[in-house]
C-alpha cells in the first residue's frame, strides 16, 4: 500500500469532512486538553457519541479540570454518570483523576507509557490521549479503526483472532506527521462513511488503495465469528412506597454488576435458583415487566410495587429517577407510570 498517497487523501478528507466534537480541536488548531480527550474516550468506549456527548458537557461544566474531578465526592461523579453504563468505569475515573492529581501534580503525563501507568487507562486510551493531546505517533486501534484496516487490505482472518494482525497493519500508517488528526481521521471515517453494516464506500476518499472495495464486497470484513446466543435471565425488582410517597432504594456492593451504583431491591438474577426475598412484607402489585440487555445477557425484571416500611434509602421519585442506572430507571418508571 501506497502509505503517502494514502495517508494524504484520508487526512486531507478529514480537514473537510472531520466531525465538530465537544472535546475536539479542529484540525491544524492547538492540541486540545488531555483531561477532556480523555474523558471523552472513556465515556465513548462503550457508548455513542450522540449519547456520550452531553454527559462530556456535563461534566466538564461540574468538573472543569482534573484536579476538580479529584476532590469531587464519590457519590456525586457516580450520579453523575447513570446511564453511561459500565460503572466500573466511573470508579476507574475517579481513581485515574486522583492518580493524576496526587503523583502528576495534576497535569497529565505525555506519553503512552506513564499513560498505561494510571489506573483504568488501557492500551486504547493511553494512545489515543497520546496521539490527540500530545502529537505522539502511537498507534490509536478502536472497533472503528479495526473495520477499516481489515476492509482496507481485506483481512479473511475472523476476529477477534484478528485483532493483533489488524493493529499491525494500522500500525503500518502511522506516522509522525500529524498523529492526532490521523487517528481522529481514522475514527471519523470508521464513524462516518466505513460505518458497520454498508460501507458507503462512494463517499470515502480511500477506494483507489481498498481491497475490500475492490473485492466487490467491503461489508465482508472484519470477518465475525460464528454467533453465539447471548443468555436471557430473569428476575424480580420491588419498588416500596414508604407513607411520605417515598421509594426504597439500596446502594449494591461495591463488587459486582453495577457496583457501588444506587438500585432499587431486586432478587438475584445470576441465575442461581435463589428464591426471591421481599424487602418488606405487604401486600405487592404487579406493575409489568422491563427489559434490559447488558453486554454478557439480556435480563426481564418483573416489578413489584407496595407501600411499606423496610432499612432501605428512602428517596424522592425524582431524585430516584436521576440517580439510578437505567435499568432501574426503567422499571421505577414501570411501577410510577
Ligand atoms: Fe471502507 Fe469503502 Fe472506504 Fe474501503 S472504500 S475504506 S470499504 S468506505
Redesign the pocket.
Known sequence: MEKDRVRAALLHWYDAHGRTLAWRSPPGAPAPDPYRVWLSEVMLQQTTTPHATPYFERFTARWPTVSDLAVAEDAEVMAAWAGLGYYARARNLLACARAVAERHGGVFPDTEAELLALPGVGAYTAAAVAAIAFGRPSNVVDGNVER?VA??FAVETPLPVAKPELRRLAGRLVDEDRPGDWAQALMD?GAT??RPGR???DR?P??SW?A??QSGA?ERYPVRPAKTARPHRTGVAWVLRDAHGRVGLVQRPEKGLLGGMLGLPTSDWSGTATPPQAPAATGWREAGAVEHVFTHFSLTLTVLEGVGDADLLWTEPEAALKALPTVFRKALERALG
Request: glycine share 6%.
Open positions: 477499516v476492509r482496507l471515517l462513511v466505513c460501507p458507503v464506500c470515502c480511500l477506494p481498498c475490500g472495495f467491503p
